[in-house]
């Protein structure tokens, strides 16, 4: 799987996660975290269609490097954002 592959999944997960959550009765404190989560992911989402225009747009493309760099910095994002969002869920069910 390719590191836009992996992003794509972590991001449907995540939303799958939030949507979950929407539906569970949440204390003020988990509302705002998972608020934040989503919008660190929408932003985090910005910088990837940043990153695919940019490695386009030009002809010349990014630097294969630092692409790879920034896919990884927004991989460890969402993996973050989703171990955040299982914590949540676990607390929110019991």
């Known amino acids: 799987m390719d590191k836009l592959e992996r992003i794509g999944n972590l991001v449907v997960a995540a939303l799958s996660k939030a949507r979950e959550l929407k539906t569970l009765t949440l204390d003020s404190e988990s509302r705002a975290k998972v608020a934040d989560l989503m919008k660190r992911m929408n ?29 990884d910095d927004l991989i460890k994002t969402f993996e973050d954002a989703n171990r955040k969002l299982d914590d949540l869920l676990a607390k929110a069910k019991k």
């Open 43 to 71: 932003e985090s989402h910005k910088r990837i269609q940043a990153l695919s225009r940019a490695s386009e747009g030009n002809g010349k493309g990014l630097n294969k490097a630092v692409l790879d760099s920034a896919l």
